[in-house]
């Protein structure tokens, strides 16, 4: 009787501390999953911040969502990919990128002239240089 209580009682912590965390963290993943929204905040598995531009759903493969990681640059994934959900996308704002990134207006950026002294890249190319 005593070998069967033990026994209960270590199934018991097994649940409570291994087993119940996983489980309603799988749960809130899944509910976070099922809620997405284009123009959502997401942080991947990678560690990279991105922002949901389309989501996808197929019947014969897994759902599948584009993210985009830098203005112009667009990731193609699964929801897999999703750790959590950083930010909700605002649903008042139709037009949520141009709050976020500025787009070019048509100027011509200016370069800086060689020498400059707040052109860093210079000063990266002249201290390899010496050191080497």
Known sequence: ???????????????????RP????????RQDISSLEVGDEVLTTAG?????VEINTYEDRPM????EVAPGVVLRGTTLA??????????????FEDDEFDEDDGDEVDEPEPGDPNDRADD??????RAG
């Open 1 to 19: 009787m005593d070998v069967a209580l033990a026994l209960l009682a270590v199934l018991g912590a097994f649940y409570f501390i291994l087993l």
């Open 22 to 29: 996983v489980i309603n963290q799988q749960k809130k993943q």
């Open 48 to 52: 990279f911040y991105a922002t949901i």
């Open 64 to 67: 599948e969502i584009l993210l």
């Open 82 to 95: 999703v750790q959590e959900i950083s930010r909700r996308a605002d649903p008042d704002d139709d037009d």
């Open 124 to 129: 990266d190319r002249s201290s390899s240089a």
